[in-house]
């Protein structure tokens, strides 16, 4: 089955000539094919909207008679006033018609005109009613059969007979219809014109603001998922140790708790590597080998970093264990061993070690009033959890398909810019030339989705349509600015505004605006950078958003001591940081969750 995007395929049917069209689909089957926003803008175009007398007797002789209510009472006065308009009765209702007309409304529908008009408006003609009926197609959308019987009052086979023996195109023509309808070849032309327009505008690149609209909704944030079904597309990904339970996984899985990510490490099922100081990436054991190790650390060299490998090599050990196979101190192990662990070396079968708060302190031995005392301390210590060697994860050289599925299926829109931001081993180049082998299959397919953003971009089927998405206006989202949803410092650009202001780091947030960078929240909360020229409008949204969403935060409260350099009490911000719910404090705006 085709993957390209609905867009281009309409598109392309429509760039067709109609008669190959027609060979193609055994008749005119136009419906999934025009585009309803054309039709309407034809239709109101072909319906007019006189302002003058003049205008209004151009429009019925263009489009043919009209009901009450289809015009203005005013100038059809003045039309009848000065004998170029008469009213008739067509199918027991009143009509407007030009008075060029009266003698085929007379001789095709009985409709009696006034006296005193001219001979020449009297004369009815060859065929009136097929004259009348081929300006009644030519002068509107398709129209069915009894939509015609409704207006002209006559019989539906004698109207299927007329309309028969016009040169009409009859099919399956209205989006959205259930009947097959007539039009008039050029009516049906200018419809597939301007479909072919609206069509042609949607299918070239969305603005970047598109792209973070998108990611978001890809992700799956603030929508209910498990996090067995969270986890699969972030494997791989290098992300700081407390963002991973602070706003990854709570976002994605709503109402997620740590006992949940537990139980997957315990069981095996699930295992996280060190990537880069303060960093792990998450794998399923399986896929590990696939995937390959994530980038990290150099490795680290020293005594102690050789006695701890050799310790391993035996299998996974507890502390107490590692300590008397090393022979090492528990003041210099520790130290050695997180060196190993931030250089994907070392890893563990328990999460507990990275929630620790003193991950570099040797546990302190429990003061005890007897041995055996049955107190027992239960803090979590950098130690807990049996320590395992990860060269078994990643027995043998990684698999560049498995890669480049992976990064669609997290991305659905893979760029060079969002490759590079992730720090893929490699670079882009050997995604990319896995990318174009998947193309080649069928899996996704290359093409200009995101304006500014490269030509060789790749995207899962069903992407590009949600990318393509019209959006809900005034949509506020607040996200951790390192998550991978987050796109700006990633697969886009910070505005060039934010300078260095802005970064990708832990307890940083954003504040989007219909996917716009609007807001850039400093890590601890203490300052706050506008990503746009300030203006009350947005800033109001913007601020509405932080207020709402700093439960989602992990915040107690934001005390703001700066806006955009300044000291926020000398800001323009202070009024509408108070409206969203701040409140002033000594060279500070306070809000509590």
């Not at 993957?3 to 008749?27: C, F, I, S, W």
């Not at 085929?104 to 060859?126: C, F, K, N, T, V």
């Not at 107190?375 to 990860?390: C, K, L, V, Y």
């Amino acid at each position: 089955e085709d993957d390209t995007p609905l867009a281009e395929r309409r598109a392309q049917a429509l760039a067709l000539d109609r008669d190959l069209l027609k060979e193609l689909l055994g008749q005119e089957e136009l419906r999934d094919l025009l585009d309803s926003r054309a039709v309407e803008e034809v239709e109101q175009q072909l319906r007019g909207d006189p302002k003058t007398a003049d205008q209004l007797h151009d429009l019925l002789l263009r489009r043919g008679d009209l009901r009450l209510g289809e015009f203005e009472e005013e100038l059809a006065a003045e039309l009848e006033g000065d004998r170029r308009a008469v009213r008739v009765r067509v199918a027991g209702a009143e009509r407007l018609i030009a008075a060029e007309d009266a003698g085929r409304y007379r001789d095709a529908l009985g409709a009696m005109p006034p006296s005193g008009l001219p001979d020449a408006y009297l004369e009815g003609g060859e065929d009136p009613l097929g004259w009348i009926l081929r300006r009644f197609a030519r002068g509107r959308g398709p129209f069915t059969t009894e939509e015609t019987v409704d207006r002209y009052g006559l019989s539906a086979q004698e109207v299927e007979a007329k309309l028969a023996s016009l040169d009409l195109v009859r099919g399956e023509l209205r989006p959205g219809g259930t009947e097959r309808e007539w039009s008039d070849p050029d009516v049906l032309r200018r419809l597939r014109r301007a479909s072919l327009a609206v069509l042609r505008k949607e299918i070239e690149p969305t603005e970047q603001a598109a792209l973070a609209r998108f990611l978001p909704a890809w992700h799956g944030i603030d929508r209910r998922a498990t996090l067995r079904e969270a986890l699969v597309p972030l494997q791989g990904i290098s992300l700081p140790v407390a963002l991973w339970e602070s706003d990854a996984l709570p976002r994605r899985v709503p109402g997620y708790r740590p006992e949940q990510l537990d139980q997957l490490t315990a069981s095996g099922e699930v295992v996280w590597v060190g990537a880069g100081l303060e960093r792990v990436a998450l794998y399923f054991r399986e896929d590990a080998p696939a995937l390959g190790r994530p980038g990290a650390l150099p490795a680290p060299e020293g005594m102690e970093r050789e006695r701890i490998r050799e310790a391993l090599r035996t299998g996974a050990l507890f502390w107490f264990d590692l300590l008397r196979e090393t022979g090492l101190e528990a003041e210099s192990l520790l130290p050695a061993l997180w060196e190993l662990v931030w250089a994907g070396e070392v890893t563990n079968d328990a999460w507990q070690p990275l929630r620790a708060k003193r991950r570099y302190a040797a546990p302190r031995a429990d003061r005890r009033p007897r041995r055996f005392s049955r107190q027992r301390s239960d803090a979590i210590t950098a130690t807990q959890g049996r320590w395992t060697s990860t060269a078994g994860l990643f027995p043998g050289e990684p698999d560049p398909r498995a890669l480049a599925e992976l990064l669609l299926e997290r991305q659905g829109i893979v760029t060079r810019d969002g490759v590079r931001a992730e720090g893929v081993p490699g670079g882009y180049w050997p995604v990319y030339q896995e990318l174009r082998k998947l193309e080649t299959l069928g899996t996704c397919r290359r093409g200009y989705f995101v304006e500014s953003l490269g030509g060789a971009q790749f995207a899962l089927p069903g992407a590009v349509e949600r990318l393509r998405e019209k959006p809900e206006e005034g949509q506020a989202l607040v996200l951790a600015a390192a998550d991978p949803a987050q796109p700006y410092g990633a697969a886009l650009p910070w505005p060039k505004r934010a300078g260095a202001r802005a970064a990708r780091v832990a307890g940083a947030y954003v504040v989007l605006l219909d996917g716009a960078p609007a807001l850039f929240v400093d890590r601890g909360g203490r300052s706050l950078v506008p990503l746009g020229e300030p203006e009350e409008e947005w800033l109001q949204a913007a601020l509405a958003a932080l207020a709402e969403n700093l439960p989602k935060m992990h915040m107690k409260r934001l005390a703001v001591e700066r806006f955009d350099g300044q000291p926020v009490g000398e800001s323009e911000i202070m009024p509408l940081l108070l409206e969203a719910g701040f409140q002033a404090g000594p060279r500070r705006a306070v809000l509590r969750g």
